[in-house]
């Protein structure tokens, strides 16, 4: 069987500035949006129960989504329709802030809700309750962004400490900077809260960041042969790497937004979004910096 090889890109045609140009301006555009969403909601990203606390009903009613929050007290945040894998039956989950009582908020579903079966006497309106308390929220917030700052710092060290230059390193540390930034900026826009399993995404990423980095420098800096013929064998591994995840976190995402399981359906979007980014990042940005670490300044042909 035939090894496959991408596409050979004739880097020769762009400066070093034109490559780097577009990263750069998507990076700017990332930072905008969460300097943006920071001034207008008090965070850069929008929060989860899981880091604000709150109260999270899963249940099945034949009620109007649009009427739903009606049957409570408390306000409701969001409403959101799932697909139950058991059932066909209408499935929401109704999320509610931290100074809620679960207890109450389950009773009042299953008093003002209307059943979604022909039996209302043996049929189940609630089907799960999850309560995050406000202090557990705000520890698992400090224990997330702690996991964040210790994965880049540590990949920082990692890369300083393989390559022990400046500009090369440096590349690497911005690379996964951007790989980060991005996804974080098209959760606000798609509507994905920050949660523990999109912070678990987001480390993933810082990984798999360092990887195809670490993969192009060693190429250029360390093996034998010209910057372009290093760059194509480089892209033939990293460029298949990259492509094969980005297909199989699609493929979860798309069958956990059938089969209604949230959690995996965001994770697997948030991959997605920062692997397409590392692919522009790498390629491009990460590429022009070593360029003109090794040949200098490049005038296009």
């Given amino acids: 069987m035939s090894k496959f090889e991408v596409p050979e890109v004739d880097y020769t045609r762009y400066s070093n500035r034109q490559l780097a140009a577009v990263p750069l301006a998507v990076l700017a555009v990332a930072l905008v949006v969460l300097a943006g969403w920071y001034v207008m909601f008090g965070t850069p990203v929008s929060l989860g129960t899981d880091f604000t606390g709150g109260t999270e009903l899963t249940v099945q009613t034949d009620t109007p989504r649009g009427e739903i929050d009606q049957a409570f007290e ?20 109704v999320t ?9 908020l389950a009773q009042q579903a299953t008093d ?15 089907l799960s309750r999850q309560t995050v308390s406000p202090a557990f929220a705000s ?11 210790v994965a880049f710092t540590g990949m920082s060290l990692l890369a300083f400490g393989l390559f022990r230059t400046f500009v090369p390193s440096v590349a690497i540390v911005i ?6 930034v991005i996804p974080l900026a098209v959760m606000n ?23 195809s980095d670490i993969l192009l420098n060693n190429h250029i800096l360390r093996r034998s042969g010209g910057f372009y013929e290093s760059t194509k064998r480089a892209m033939d591994t990293g460029v298949t790497m990259t492509l094969t995840s980005i297909s199989a976190m699609a493929v979860m995402a798309v069958t956990a937004t059938i089969f ?25 940005l990460n590429l022009s910096l070593l360029r003109w670490y090794k040949l200098g300044e490049v005038t296009p042909e």
């Fill in 96 to 104: 509610f802030g931290s100074e809620t009582n679960g207890t109450v």
């Fill in 74 to 93: 408390a306000e409701v945040l969001s409403t959101q329709r799932i697909r139950d894998p058991t059932s066909n039956n209408p499935t929401y989950v």
């Fill in 112 to 126: 003002n809700l209307e059943p979604a079966c022909s039996n209302p006497e043996n049929c189940e309106i609630v």
């Fill in 139 to 149: 520890g698992a917030q400090n224990t997330a962004i702690l996991g964040l700052v």
């Fill in 260 to 284: 209604g399981i949230d959690l995996m359906a965001s994770i697997g979007v948030v991959l997605v979004l920062g692997l397409t980014a590392d692919l522009m990042n790498t390629y491009m």
């Fill in 189 to 211: 826009l798609l509507g994905i809260e920050l949660s523990l399993g999109t912070v678990a995404a987001l480390l993933m990423l810082v990984g798999y960041s360092v990887d």
């Fill in 175 to 180: 690379s996964a900077f951007s790989d980060i």
